[in-house]
Nanobody, 125 residues
Framework: QVQLVESGGGSVHAGGSLRLSCAAS?????TAWFRQAPGKEREGVAS?????????YADFVKGRFTISRDNGNKNTVYLQMNSLKPEDTAMYYCAGNLRRLYDSNWAIPSEYNYWGQGTQVTVSS
């Protein structure tokens, strides 16, 4: 069982930046960030593979968010969020699994076996 712990959330004004961290207790082949706003479904934000890496982004964050792995500890994944908008306000979750995912399924929550508790991101206008 892999434990995932997120950190780095907070409150910022529109246009600001935050960096989220996801520390995993073990190996995951694919690690992703999801988010869920009140009353909405959980949606995939970005995903990165352990090898490569192969990276996927949701269209709504392309050019603003960057997902990466720590060079020293590849079990830590970051999400750098720039040019934040009020609509980015949500609980952000880290997810991991042991199978390779593709463009067609990386953003499907049920494809992931491991989940963190989430970190809140609030963007005010």
């Amino acid at each position: 069982q892999v434990q995932l712990v997120e950190s780095g959330g907070g409150s910022v004004h529109a246009g600001g930046s935050l960096r989220l961290s996801c520390a995993a207790s073990g190996y995951t082949l694919q690690t992703a960030w999801f988010r869920q706003a009140p009353g909405k479904e959980r949606e995939g934000v970005a995903s990165i593979s352990y090898i490569g890496p192969i990276i996927y982004y949701a269209d709504f964050v392309k050019g603003r968010f960057t997902i990466s792995r720590d060079n020293g500890n590849k079990n830590t994944v970051y999400l750098q969020m720039n040019s934040l908008k009020p609509e980015d306000t949500a609980m952000y979750y880290c997810a991991g699994n042991l199978r390779r995912l593709y463009d067609s399924n990386w953003a499907i929550p049920s494809e992931y076996n491991y989940w963190g508790q989430g970190t809140q991101v609030t963007v005010s206008s």
